[in-house]
């Protein structure tokens, strides 16, 4: 316990300092996310990599903190899936590859002995989903940071429920590492999680729900694993519906995200964040009494109901127009005052 608090306390401070430091850097050399209204420096995610690993890694070789069967295996993955992600910030890398990337990393952190085979492949299939779904969420300040520290808080309760306490340290330390990452990344945010950072934060977190529920019925865990991620599952059912209704490719990125839509409404950029990390609260806190067997499982069919009528909701939201540059706006007065 006391090593947990120390761990969790040295990550937020760490990665609060790693990351002020590794903006300068990122600047001289370019690594930027081009995505938004203005390019903004990444690196933050390798901050929240490093101190993550380190700090894990520390407690189990000095067995303050052993990480537990299989677990050392999920960080490695996930180190894996980092390491791949910055490749992506660096230069330009085709969705498959990621795609690829990350079930092959997913593959090597699945407990097939427990899961058996057809279980492993559909969590394969569902850590996939769940990275690239907090991947989707890096679009907005502040947004993929503050639902992956609530989604690890979740997570960390339901391992500590199942005295899994090398994996709870493991997520009590995530969660901290983000925080300080957060410290510099709310709006208007100085430096961005990137998708070293944010792939790495959801194959933690999916992965570690996954080893959290093995041995449970699979009707059950899902219901418990969507709930835990349910901000982050919406997000991608949001776009896709808008991309398939409007005719737009469904790789091309866009305005179509869950925080864009809520901006549309009124909403600040930080009242977005707030929102839907009060929304990713609701979600955590319904899976994690499931898990303890405080409410029944069926509870999940109630987020599943709110996240798809929100869905429902913002996909009536009219996609934003496209700004006309001043050339073109200057040509529109010319054409108009030439009659």
Request: charged share 10%; with cysteine; glycine share 14%.
């Amino acid at each position: 316990m006391l090593y947990g608090i120390a761990a969790a306390t040295a990550a937020l401070l760490l990665s609060a300092v790693l990351t002020a430091l590794v903006r300068a850097p990122a600047l001289r050399l370019g690594l930027l996310d081009r995505r938004r209204q203005r390019p903004l420096p990444l690196g933050g995610g390798a901050a929240v990599v490093v101190v993550t690993c380190l700090i894990a890694a520390a407690g189990d070789w000095t067995g303050l903190a052993p990480l537990g069967t299989g677990i050392p295996r999920l960080l490695v993955a996930g180190a894996a899936v980092a390491a791949l992600g910055l490749v992506a910030d660096v230069r330009r890398v085709k969705a498959r590859f990621l795609l690829g990337g990350t079930a092959v990393a997913a593959a090597a952190a699945v407990p097939y002995e427990e899961t058996g085979v057809l279980g492993g492949l559909a969590a394969v299939c569902w850590i996939v989903a769940v990275t690239l779904a907090f991947r989707a969420l890096d679009h907005a300040d502040a947004l993929a940071g503050t639902v992956g520290v609530v989604t690890a808080f979740g997570v960390g309760a339901c391992a500590a429920a199942e005295v899994m306490d090398g994996l709870a340290v493991l997520l009590s330390v995530l969660a901290a590492a983000l925080t300080g990452f957060l410290m510099h990344n709310w709006h208007p945010a100085r430096v961005g999680l990137g998708a070293c950072g944010s792939l790495f934060a959801g194959f933690t977190l999916a992965s570690a729900a996954v080893l959290t529920r093995t041995g449970y019925e699979g009707g059950a865990s899902a219901g418990v694993l969507f709930a835990l991620t349910a901000v982050a599952s919406a997000d991608v059912v949001l776009v896709v519906l808008a991309r398939r209704l409007g005719g737009r490719p469904l790789l091309r990125g866009g305005p179509d995200h869950l925080a864009h839509r809520l901006r549309r409404l009124g909403l600040t950029p930080q009242g977005a964040t707030v929102v839907l990390g009060a929304g990713a609260f609701g979600g955590v806190l319904v899976g994690v009494l499931a898990h303890l067997g405080w409410i029944a499982a069926s509870g999940a069919l109630w987020v599943g109901a709110g996240a798809l009528a929100a869905v429902l909701l913002l996909l009536k939201v009219k996609r934003a127009r496209p700004r006309r540059t001043a050339s073109v706006q200057v040509r529109a007065q010319l054409r108009v005052r030439n009659g």
